[in-house]
């Protein structure tokens, strides 16, 4: 794999999902991940298409969809479509306000320049500016837009860094925006094998317990459950560009209340998954 310099130790978990996924298969894979300074979701995939590297993860999209070949296991469970909002100081009491979501429209959101999350809001009425990644906290201190959009584990994660650079900045903690989405993992199309190596690998590791325990264990996606579960004002909007395909993977893959309790340990069948095309 190929990801941008100095981001590796954010996406743990992510890289911990890809390793599980090999460490389960039945063939011997390791995970070698080159860092790249300025690499963007373009050019990652670009890389991907030439064979320079073997599999990516990103956001979804019909557009990598339809590119690559998608390993359907969604890697944080949904997780990432559930997003709270960076804001900040002088406008707080206005968003803890917001009761509709006619209200919370008329907030202007800011996201990453090729985060899907922007086609999203805006297919469903929002206002978004995209800016790249690493201008997003200083437009949000300089007021250039509303919100900031993280996925809630993501919040919790970057806060505080963020807070010690940017003092101003919030996090609002009474509203959370909610779709269909999440990160997945993609091979080149030519490489039906691999595609096969690692969703069989997130298969067998869902079987035992091991996804389920690696979800669990991860202390930011578990503060981000228990936010979601406090009594915030949640709202709720379609993913339009999502794929039929997507769209029906099965509801065992998805977030649903009982993750941090449940027992997945007595599920010995593999859901099923749907086979890429043009194998």
């Not at 091979?187 to 590791?205: D, F, S, Y």
């Amino acid at each position: 794999m190929a990801f941008p310099m100095g981001a590796t130790k954010l996406f743990a978990y992510e890289f911990g999902v890809i390793e599980m996924a090999l460490e389960f298969a039945e063939e011997d894979y390791v995970l070698e991940v080159e860092e790249i300074g300025g690499l963007t979701l373009s050019r990652l995939s670009e890389m991907l298409s030439n064979g320079d590297v073997d599999l990516m993860f990103s956001g979804y999209s019909p557009k990598q969809e339809n590119t690559f070949l998608q390993v359907n296991i969604p890697m944080t469970r949904g997780i990432l479509g559930h997003r709270a909002f960076m804001i900040h100081r002088d406008k707080s009491d206005a968003l803890m306000h917001v009761k509709t979501i006619k209200q919370l429209r008329q907030f202007c959101i800011g996201t990453g320049s090729d985060w899907p999350d922007a086609d999203i809001m805006e297919k469903n009425g929002f206002c978004v500016e995209r800016a790249p990644r690493n201008q997003l906290w200083d437009m949000l201190e300089n007021k250039r837009f509303d919100l900031l959009t993280r996925a809630i584990h993501e919040a919790y994660r970057e806060l505080p860094a963020m807070q010690a650079k940017y003092p101003e900045i919030v996090l609002n903690e009474t509203v959370i925006l909610a779709y269909p989405f999440d990160f997945f993992i993609y091979v080149n199309k030519q490489n039906t094998h691999l595609w096969q190596i690692v969703t069989n690998g997130l298969l067998e590791a869902y079987r035992t317990g091991a996804f389920m325990e690696h979800f669990r264990n991860d202390p930011d996606i578990g503060r981000g459950i228990k936010e979601m579960q406090s009594g915030r004002q949640t709202f709720r909007i379609e993913n339009q560009s999502m794929d039929t395909t997507t769209r029906t993977i099965d509801a065992r893959f998805w977030y649903s209340d009982s993750d941090l309790y449940q027992d997945d340990n007595n599920n010995n069948t593999h859901p099923l998954i749907p086979s890429p095309s043009n194998m």
